[in-house]
């Protein structure tokens, strides 16, 4: 299997790439935050406990994400996959340890960390052009979109140190239009 991490800040475009990427090339695809809405919609429990977190641009606690993670890789994994594209995931350096330790518990590993670099004001311009439509609690104001940077910046961007010390880290331009993006992660996406 060849599992690839897609990174990025919130709005860096990794849902979009994510969307064309798993068909080219038949990964399944894995977004924490998809998977927190889908929740949300259907008001379970996950999804209430979730939503207090999102609307305030904080990330969901990793004990919840992991286990919901693992379950859905778990499910995916009886189809025999040739691999998973995972999308907002992992955010934090616990993320990080659990998924390398349950990738090797699966007999397989995570081969590269692609991430998307785009500018912060870029970032909250996308975001806010988004929540004119998305109904999405945390796209609807800047302050929420300024606090899920601020959390990127606190929990997660550190997570390049982690897969660069693996010399698992490929960064790309995120700047430009999608089909230029998708061309840029292909080219990494083909060595891999
Ligand atoms: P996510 O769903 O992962 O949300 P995101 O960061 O906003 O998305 P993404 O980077 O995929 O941007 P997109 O393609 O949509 O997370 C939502 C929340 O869930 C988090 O804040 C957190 O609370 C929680 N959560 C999720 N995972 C978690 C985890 N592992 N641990 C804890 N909590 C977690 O693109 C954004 C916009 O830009 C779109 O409108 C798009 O059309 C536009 N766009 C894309 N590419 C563009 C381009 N090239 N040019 C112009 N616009 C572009």
Request: avoid cysteine.
């Amino acid at each position: 299997m060849t599992n690839i991490v897609l990174f990025g800040p919130p709005g860096a475009g990794k849902g979009t790439q994510a969307e064309v990427l798993k068909e080219k090339y038949q990964l399944i695809h894995l977004s924490t935050g998809d998977m927190f809405r889908y929740n949300m919609k259907n008001n379970t429990e996950l999804g209430a406990l979730a939503k207090t977190y999102t609307e305030k641009g904080h990330l969901v606690p990793d004990s919840v994400t992991n286990e919901m993670l693992k379950e859905e890789v778990n499910r995916q994994l009886k189809s025999n996959p040739k691999g998973f594209l995972f999308d907002g995931y992992p955010r934090t350096k616990d993320q990080a340890r659990v998924l390398t330790a349950f990738m090797t518990e699966k007999g397989t590993e995570v081969a590269a960390m692609v991430a998307l670099e785009v500018d912060d004001e870029v970032l909250v311009g996308r975001l806010l052009e988004r929540g004119k439509s998305s109904g999405r609690a945390d796209d609807a104001n800047e302050e929420v979109i300024r606090e899920r940077i601020a959390e990127y910046y606190r929990k997660t961007d550190i997570l390049k140190e982690y897969y660069q010390g693996e010399d698992k880290y490929y960064g790309v331009n995120g700047v430009g239009s999608v089909e230029e993006i998708t061309e840029r992660l292909s080219a990494v996406f083909d060595k891999l």
